[in-house]
């Protein structure tokens, strides 16, 4: 995460609940806030505590629905009603 990239108190919270969702793939969060995996990753170790952190870890370990690349070909995009529409 570049140091001078600040969220709002709302935005974590929607990385947060984005990151924990199966079906929402980390790219569908790189898109809209501009994380990479590995940043997700940081901030959930530091918005999370050690043992939440440690069972989102193990859940998202090799979790298909999370990597766009892996997934099902007839896997569809799940959007939350929270999610605010991308616009352009």
């Known amino acids: 995460m570049q140091k001078n990239q600040q969220f709002s108190a709302e935005e974590i919270d929607r990385i947060v609940e984005m990151a924990w969702e199966d079906r929402t793939p980390f790219d569908a969060i790189e898109t809209q806030f501009g994380l990479k995996e590995k940043d997700v990753i940081k901030l959930m170790r530091k ?3 050690a043992s939440s952190f440690k069972m ?6 090799k979790r298909a629905t999370k990597h766009s690349a892996s997934r099902r070909g007839d896997a569809k995009r799940f959007r939350s009603p929270m999610q605010k529409p991308l616009t352009y």
């Open 56 to 61: 989102w870890r193990k859940r998202m370990n």
């Open 47 to 49: 918005e999370m505590s």
